[in-house]
T-cell receptor, first 111, second 110 residues
């Protein structure tokens, strides 16, 4: 089974902190994605990557950056956390043309 | 632009069939997906259908695709309390990105 592992289930950070959310997949997938999920807004794509060192902006990239130095790892970075970034963050990966496999999610609270 | 619409809530009795509907706008979609999300968890891929198919059946799940009307449905036969979850419809076009609906909360009453 494909496994997508997000490093933390729950995180609490202070406003202004730099936050790293890590995601690792074990099936050599080319594509990796970061979403955030908020009540009433569904899932929104933040950033995605089709290959190592490649990144593309999704629908809501403001306030975020990403890093993909190795194929299996895709990191989401909040440069200076703000309270409006309190959310559930979901990482996913896939082969091109196939369904995305999701991690369990990281619930981030910024206080 | 690309858009996927779903009704927000469906309530059924245990043992009945559930039908969750979805409409999409991108006619270039190559794959359409159904995901399930249980409380506090990530999304689990339930099933998918290629755009040149009309129907796909997988145990209790039946997916129907009307490409002309851009309408997708998921039927769950003999719905159980364990099927209570949020169900997301999603399309994937040539960009490789998934576009999700808002999700339909399925409530199964005993």
């Amino acid at each position: 089974d494909v496994k997508v592992t997000q490093s933390s289930r729950y995180l609490v950070k202070r406003t202004g902190e730099k936050v790293f959310l890590e995601c690792v997949q074990d099936m050599d997938h080319e594509n990796m994605f970061w979403y955030r999920q908020d009540p009433g807004l569904g899932l929104r794509l933040i950033y995605f990557s089709y290959d190592v060192k490649m990144k593309e902006k999704g629908d809501i990239p403001e306030g975020y950056s990403v890093s993909r130095e190795k194929k299996e790892r895709f990191s989401l970075i909040l440069e200076s956390a703000s309270t409006n970034q309190t959310s559930m963050y979901l990482c996913a990966s896939s082969f091109r043309g196939q369904g995305d496999t999701f991690g369990s999610g990281t619930r981030l609270t910024v206080v | 632009g690309e858009d996927v619409e779903q009704s927000l809530f469906l309530s059924v009795r245990e043992g009945d069939s559930s039908v969750i509907n979805c409409t999409y706008t991108d006619s270039s979609s190559t794959y359409l997906y159904w995901y399930k999300q249980e409380p506090g968890a990530g999304l689990q891929l339930l099933t998918y259908i290629f755009s040149n198919m009309d129907m796909k059946q997988d145990q209790r799940l039946t997916v129907l695709l009307n490409k002309k009307d851009k309408h997708l449905s998921l039927r769950i036969a003999d719905t159980q309390t364990g099927d209570s979850a949020i169900y997301f419809c999603a399309e994937k076009g040539n960009t490789g990105k998934l576009i999700f609906g808002q999700g339909t909360t399925l409530q199964v009453k005993p």
